[in-house]
Nanobody, 118 residues
Framework: QVQLVESGGGLVQAGGSLRLSCAAS????????MNWYRQAPGKQREWVAT??????NYGDSVKGRFNISIDNAKNTVYLQMNSLKPEDTAVYYC?????????????WGQGTQVTVSS
């Protein structure tokens, strides 16, 4: 069983920065991809960013402001969020595609609140 534990959310003023972390714990797994999603009140969950062995990708709304990175030794993914805007306010969820070598499983973190004040 794999668990994802997120941290780093909080309240920040517009133009500020935050860094989210998501640590995967467990045994006997390897990571295919790690991703960040977000969900604002009354809106659908939105994909934010992905990191794989092949590189990174970002949603259009965060491109140039957010940076996703992974520390493979710690099985931890980070989301550095810069130039934050009020519209970035949401619950941010970590997602991992994890394989046991045969099957890829999908795991979600519990979410962490990010609030950007204007």
């Amino acid at each position: 069983q794999v668990q994802l534990v997120e941290s780093g959310g909080g309240l920040v003023q517009a133009g500020g920065s935050l860094r989210l972390s998501c640590a995967a714990s467990g045994s006997g797994f390897s990571i295919n991809s790690m991703n960040w999603y977000r969900q604002a009140p009354g809106k659908q969950r939105e994909w934010v960013a992905t990191v794989t062995s092949g590189g990174t990708n970002y949603g259009d709304s965060v491109k140039g402001r957010f940076n996703i990175s992974i520390d493979n030794a710690k099985n931890t993914v980070y989301l550095q969020m810069n130039s934050l805007k009020p519209e970035d306010t949401a619950v941010y969820y970590c997602h991992a595609g994890i394989t046991n070598g045969l099957v890829v499983f999908s795991y979600w973190g519990q979410g962490t609140q990010v609030t950007v004040s204007s």
